[in-house]
């Protein structure tokens, strides 16, 4: 007759730690460590080695995009300030909607030409872009004299808030 014989368990100690007995490994690398030594990951436990995270990973606009960007948002401006030009003056209702349209525009405009960059950055230029397509046409219609842009804009301050909520809404489309 056989004699059923255990073999005894074989302990595992941390290997930072050799006075502690531990049954968890490392979910990356598979060496032992006590719970001192657990790092709780999103994808396991984690030595202290493995749980080290690299430096983050910084995105920035490269410049030839940003520089596709703002010749977007330029001569975006160009034919969304011919747009309102022509559309001038059909009141208070239609600048709400023309200002929230042309925002949206001008958002999706820099994005794509960004290459769906979102930030900061992008920001910026989608408002230089709106800001340009509300400052061309009445630069266009009284020629340079920026006394006469400004009053015209006083005068009418359903374009300013129009321009008020393209600036808006191009802001949050790009973030």
Same mark, same amino acid.
């Given at each position: 007759?056989?004699?059923?014989?255990?073999?005894?368990?074989?302990?595992?100690?941390?290997?930072?730690?050799?006075?502690?007995?531990?049954?968890?490994?490392?979910?990356?690398?598979?060496?032992?460590?006590?719970?001192?030594?657990?790092?709780?990951?999103?994808?396991?436990?984690?030595?202290?080695?493995?749980?080290?995270?690299?430096?983050?990973?910084?995105?920035?606009?490269?410049?030839?995009?940003?520089?596709?960007?703002?010749?977007?948002?330029?001569?975006?401006?160009?034919?969304?300030?011919?747009?309102?030009?022509?559309?001038?003056?059909?009141?208070?209702?239609? %600048? $709400?909607?023309? =200002?929230?349209? &042309? *925002?949206?525009?001008?958002?999706? #405009?820099?994005? !794509?030409?960004?290459?769906?960059?979102?930030?900061?950055?992008?920001?910026?230029?989608?408002?230089?872009?709106?800001?340009?397509?509300?400052?061309?046409?009445? %630069? $266009?219609?009284? =020629?340079?004299? &920026? *006394?006469?842009?400004?009053?015209? #804009?006083?005068? !009418?301050?359903?374009?300013?808030?129009?321009?008020?909520?393209?600036?808006?809404?191009?802001?949050?489309?790009?973030?």
């Amino acid at each position: 007759m056989e004699s059923s014989t255990q073999e005894p368990a074989t302990q595992t100690v941390c290997y930072r730690h050799p006075s502690r007995e531990t049954a968890v490994s490392c979910a990356n690398c598979e060496r032992p460590i006590c719970t001192d030594c657990m790092v709780y990951t999103p994808v396991g436990i984690k030595c202290p080695d493995c749980a080290r995270q690299p430096r983050s990973a910084l995105v920035r606009l490269k410049p030839d995009r940003a520089a596709r960007a703002v010749a977007a948002a330029f001569f975006g401006g160009l034919a969304m300030g011919l747009g309102i030009l022509i559309l001038q003056g059909f009141g208070l209702f239609f %600048a $709400l909607i023309l =200002g929230w349209l &042309i *925002g949206i525009a001008m958002g999706e #405009l820099v994005l !794509a030409a960004s290459g769906r960059f979102r930030g900061p950055t992008t920001g910026y230029i989608a408002i230089g872009g709106v800001m340009w397509a509300y400052l061309f046409p009445y %630069a $266009l219609y009284y =020629g340079a004299d &920026i *006394g006469e842009v400004a009053d015209s #804009l006083a005068r !009418a301050p359903f374009v300013v808030l129009g321009a008020a909520i393209a600036v808006y809404f191009a802001w949050q489309r790009t973030q």
